[in-house]
């Protein structure tokens, strides 16, 4: 199956600092998926990134497709981006793969 | 509602009791998709409906799972003979074909 691999696995920031998570997966995708997922438990879409560069406020993305790996940007980070950011690629057969995640500490 | 909705949000069942885990997906979405996530297992793939299509099971981890999609809309999990491995939170998600998967809250399970 497609291996999908996030780092880093933990990443501590101060507010205001700018980071940025990796993904890389191991085949071809359909398309790609960020998440932000809450201290609920709740999974946040963040991005439906196949191909390109997209942004939505102070968080944006990359996926090159055919180096297969995707970056997140976060800017200015806030206490509320903390929680676990998962990476997740749709294979052919239109399930999710979910990378382990990065697990994000922002600190006032 | 807007968005996916699952019940119940939390459950707690004695080892061997059945349980049934229900999904409401977003209106319109012809495919629906379980996941599970467990501690140390992360996010897996569980079961997909589309449409009318006979689901792929691929997932599912024992023949004690199995589900269904009453009239391409309402989704249950149903879990026999609980076992304590199956403690875990059980993630539906929904989306037109080839387009963003969006997720519900999830159901917390634990089996003592």
């Known amino acids: 199956g497609i291996q999908v691999e996030q780092s880093p696995p933990d990443l501590i920031l101060q507010e205001g600092a700018n980071s940025t998570l990796r993904c890389n997966f191991s085949?071809?995708?359909?398309?790609l998926q960020w998440f932000h997922q809450n201290p609920w438990g709740q999974l946040i879409n963040l991005f439906y990134?196949?191909?390109g560069t997209k942004q939505n406020g102070r968080l944006s993305a990359t996926t090159v497709a055919t180096e297969r790996y995707s970056l997140l940007y976060i800017s200015s980070s806030q206490t509320t981006d903390s929680g676990v950011y998962f990476c997740a690629v749709e294979r052919p057969d239109y399930k999710l793969s979910f990378g382990a995640g990065t697990t994000v500490t922002v600190r006032a | 509602g807007a968005g996916v909705s699952q019940s119940p949000s939390n459950k707690v069942t004695e080892k061997g009791k059945d349980v049934e885990l229900r999904c409401d997906p977003i209106s319109g979405h012809t495919a629906l998709y379980w996941y599970r996530q467990s501690l140390g297992q992360g996010l897996e793939f569980l079961i997909y409906?589309?449409?009318?299509?006979?689901?792929?099971k691929s997932g599912l981890p024992s023949d004690r799972f199995s589900a269904e999609r009453t009239g391409g809309s309402v989704s249950t999990l149903t879990i026999q003979r609980t076992q304590q491995e199956d403690s875990a939170v059980y993630l539906c998600?929904?989306?037109?074909?080839?387009?963003?998967?969006?997720f519900g809250p999830g159901t917390r399970l634990l089996v003592l």
């Open positions: 085949d071809s995708v359909n398309n």
């Open positions: 409906f589309q449409g009318n299509s006979a689901p792929d």
């Open positions: 990134i196949p191909s």
């Open positions: 998600a929904s989306s037109v074909v080839q387009e963003t998967q969006y």
